[in-house]
């Protein structure tokens, strides 16, 4: 089964900045996007960033100009870099990827989730 394995949540301080990595393992034909989404506690979850399977990118405004999402296809893997960190950043990030098995089965795959902590 295919599973996500996210790293590199923690406490940092505003302004500062934080990688967040997801690792996609397993039996799959094809990955045809990447995202990364986040929850506050009490709030609904939203969207961050999203990759696609031919590398367009697209963000959410409040982190525009902040954060970057890319991808390393032979590591199956994607990235979230955030930069100038705000304490609304605050949140857990969940990585999600929507992936073809090998049966052709259009899955929807989450990561167990990570928390970022921005404050002094």
């Known amino acids: 089964q295919v599973q996500l394995v996210e790293s590199g949540g923690g406490l940092v301080q505003p302004g500062g900045s934080l990688r967040l990595s997801c690792a996609a393992s397993g039996s799959m034909l094809s990955i045809n996007a990447m995202r990364w989404y986040r929850q506050i506690p009490g709030k609904e979850r939203e969207l961050v960033a999203v990759?696609?399977?031919?590398?367009?990118?697209n963000y959410a405004d409040s982190v525009k100009g902040r954060f970057t999402i890319s991808r390393d296809n032979a590591k199956n893997t994607t990235y979230l870099q955030m930069n100038s960190l705000k304490p609304e950043d605050t949140a857990k990030y969940y990585c999600?990827?929507?992936?073809?098995?090998?049966?052709?089965?259009?899955?929807?795959?989450w990561g167990q989730g990570t928390l970022v902590t921005v404050s002094s």
């Open positions: 990759i696609t399977n031919i590398d367009s990118t």
């Open positions: 999600n990827a929507a992936i073809m098995s090998r049966n052709l089965n259009v899955l929807e795959i």
